[in-house]
């Protein structure tokens, strides 16, 4: 019987563990009741698990045979602090609160694998099952390896999979290199010299100030970082002044925004820019303006082995006409990239979307929901990823 044969049988039980979760959803650091699910289920099948690592997560161990070598395994538990607009039986119970990113199929994915692998134990080494809170901007995953989760449980590679409404189902996508991009966040806190609006000549005018920096700094990646490099720079808010005080010139301004990179090298050169050009564009107008540049998330970047043997694995189950080995990067980030910077490893999409993927609600969104009838391919892509990088006959 085929792996995916196997879990499909279990199919209903895997949609019900996630269904549950999607109703009672917990966000970063708060996934206790989500643990205990996870807990539950995995000591049920006689998996020793570990508790509290990075707050709220949970690792799952799974070992056969004699061999020394071990494979990590990733899912992401935490919601958003979302309202959830759907009306089916699942939706949030939790006002302001939502699993609007799949992170509940996610978890109940490898849940479905880490039964199957209990139960079959058809591999060689340690199957360590890396149930991670606090994803959703919170580094969860850098917490988990400051508490000493490769340490305890060492791995030579680690795996993790993101649904993508993108991607019709039943494809998976990945390449050898970048697939999320670097998150960083910027606040631009500009001085002048307040006054009365009828009177500007008497004032420094920070939004004025403001307004030349917002232009300024898009020639950024226009004009300094290279056009076969990929660099975005956003600036999504602006407070300055009283929206009641029609006529008052405000003293100051502060912008704030996102810089997405995939190369620390173009990272660097955007955050140097960013602080030579505000300060210089507003000593123009005799203000000053202060950045604040705060690296938050590194760059997904697949390791190119570990990518092509994912990519393998992924061929053995669907076939290489629903494989995309060329994916393309998103400028969106994600934290599994902290376990990618100490371990070689890999980070897929699998497809939930619509037959063509397109017109699928996408991530973040108040009507979002997990396309349950992809739950046992993702729980065999990870049961599959163990048992190849493991095999009983090496």
């Known amino acids: 019987m085929k792996v995916i044969d196997s879990i499909v049988t279990q199919a209903a039980g895997i949609a019900a563990v996630r269904r549950d979760i999607h109703a009672h959803p917990e966000l970063c650091f708060e996934e206790v009741r989500t643990a205990d699910v996870v807990a539950q289920k995995l000591t049920e099948w006689g998996i020793p698990i570990h508790r509290g690592m990075g707050t709220t997560g949970v690792v799952g161990i799974i070992k056969n045979g004699t061999s020394s070598r071990a494979i990590g395994l990733r899912a992401d538990m935490d919601a958003l602090p ?25 978890t109940a994915m490898l849940v479905g694998a880490a039964r199957y692998l209990a139960e079959t134990r058809n591999f060689n080494g340690t199957a360590v099952l890396i149930f991670q809170p606090g994803e959703e901007g919170y580094a969860g995953a850098q917490a988990m390896i400051d508490d000493g989760l490769f340490e305890r449980f060492p791995v030579q590679s680690v795996y ?17 290199g970048p697939m999320m991009a670097a998150a960083d966040r910027i606040k631009i806190e500009i001085t002048g010299k307040g006054g009365h609006g009828a009177h500007p000549y008497q004032t ?5 100030v403001a307004g030349h920096i917002i232009t300024a700094v898009q020639s950024i990646v226009s004009r300094n970082v290279k056009p076969v490099d990929s660099a975005v720079i956003s600036l999504c808010a602006m407070q300055a002044g009283d929206l009641g005080a ?6 100051s301004a502060t912008l704030v925004g996102t810089v997405r990179t995939f190369k620390v090298e173009v990272q660097a050169l955007i955050e140097r820019r960013l602080h030579e050009l505000c300060s210089s564009v507003a000593q123009a107008f005799g203000a000053s303006a202060v950045v604040t540049y705060q690296r938050m998330y590194p760059a997904t970047v697949n390791t190119a082995p570990e990518a092509r043997f994912a990519g393998d ?9 629903n494989v995309v080995r060329d994916l393309e990067p998103s400028m969106g980030a994600e934290d599994f990239s902290f376990m990618l910077r100490v ?31 992809v739950l046992p391919l993702g729980a065999a892509l990870h049961a599959s990823l163990a048992e190849q990088a493991m095999p009983l006959s090496a």
């Open 160 to 176: 993790g999979m993101h649904n993508w409404p993108a991607m019709r189902p039943g494809t998976i996508g990945l390449n050898s």
């Open 204 to 208: 420094v005018d920070p939004v004025l």
């Open 313 to 321: 694995v992924a061929e053995s189950l669907v076939g290489a006409a």
């Open 246 to 251: 029609m006529s008052v010139v405000a003293g």
């Open 82 to 106: 979302m309202q959830e607009f759907n009306t089916f039986e699942h939706a949030s119970k939790t006002q302001g609160k939502m699993h609007a990113c799949g992170h509940d199929g996610h």
């Open 343 to 373: 371990k070689p490893g890999a980070y897929l999409r699998l497809g939930q979307g619509t037959e063509n993927g397109l017109g699928s609600c996408h991530l973040h969104n108040n009507r979002y929901d997990f396309n349950d009838e």
